[in-house]
């Protein structure tokens, strides 16, 4: 059976991430439970009265072609240990990709499993650029005009105005900011903003473990902003590994820095003909909806 979950089975997907998601610890999965759940909703399968799979689903807004454009953002695909051999999963996402059909033009995944999701239709969306840098990279930057008392409206303000340097991004609102504070708290995780005459100039989400600085997002308004909050973020540390888009060359800044790219988000584009009408194109693939862009594209969502 297909359904919608309800409070009474939060408790029992709980207990279907913990012993599905073997790279997930239940930090990860208390903190998503905390503040990351209540902003979406989670399709079940239930077979032999027991829950055996899930995928959570989240509807945005992306920026597209100077659009607003209906989309979803699909994670926590768990199907129970015992369970993996059948089509329960299959079932499950398949009901997800209907809904999706029906209300969305496009539907984003993380791409954790490329082959998996091809077989549902998705496609490269966007590929990520991955460079890892040590303290020598950061000589002679001051950390001045850093700092940790970051505020939702403020890291509001300095996404906005990064994003008009992109396209194919989620419009985030107040609120998301405020969950994203909340989520870095209980993740051990920071975010620290630079400012310049009070105006935020950027910031940066990390997490520290073993002497290595992992950057989760860094947005920043010119070169300056970039350099000054990663050297905050490294510290003492020996190495920053950054994530970026992969129009976010920074050889510029570090001529030897040699990127690492994959494919970070797979894309669905759920309606071809009203795609097509809409910005008069005639794509046929997901992948070729998604490149119809007149600026870099930009995707760092991530539940």
């Known amino acids: 059976m297909i359904k919608e979950a309800s409070e009474k089975d939060k408790s029992a997907i709980y207990n279907l991430w913990q012993s599905s998601f ?3 610890n239940s930090e990860t999965i208390n903190c998503f439970f905390n503040y990351g759940m209540n902003d979406g909703k989670t399709i079940l399968c239930e077979k032999d009265e027991k829950l055996v799979a899930s995928v959570f689903m989240r509807d945005m807004n992306i920026m597209f072609h100077n659009r607003l454009l209906k989309s979803t953002f699909l994670s926590h695909v768990a199907v129970h240990p015992d369970y993996r051999k059948t089509s329960s999963l299959d079932e499950c996402l398949k009901s997800v990709i209907d809904e999706c059909e029906k209300k969305a033009l496009f539907t984003f995944v993380e791409a954790t499993s490329y082959k998996f999701w091809e077989n549902y239709g998705f496609q490269e969306g966007t590929q990520h650029r991955y460079y890892e840098l040590n303290e020598r990279h950061f000589e002679n930057v001051s950390q001045n ?3 940790e008392d970051a505020q939702a409206f403020e890291l509001k303000e300095a996404y906005d105005e990064f994003m008009k340097h992109f396209d194919g991004y989620k419009v985030r609102s107040l609120h998301d900011f405020e969950v994203m504070i909340k989520e870095a708290n209980s993740m051990n995780e920071r975010i620290l903003i630079v400012r310049h005459r009070a105006k935020p100039m950027g910031y940066i989400r990390f997490s520290t473990e073993k002497k290595q600085v992992k950057v989760k997002e860094i947005i920043y308004l010119g070169s300056n902003a ?4 990663c050297r905050a973020a490294l510290g003492l540390n020996d190495l920053i590994i950054l994530e970026l888009s992969e129009a976010e060359h920074i050889e510029k800044l570090f001529p030897l820095a040699i990127p690492r790219k994959r494919c970070a988000v797979m894309v669905r584009c759920n309606n071809f003909p009203l795609f097509n009408k809409l ?15 007149k600026k870099p594209r930009f995707m760092n969502e991530k539940y």
């Open 226 to 229: 970039f350099l000054r909050l």
């Open 279 to 293: 910005y008069n194109a005639r794509v046929k693939t997901s992948k070729e909806a998604y490149l119809l862009t």
């Open 145 to 147: 005009d850093v700092f």
């Open 22 to 24: 073997s790279i997930k």
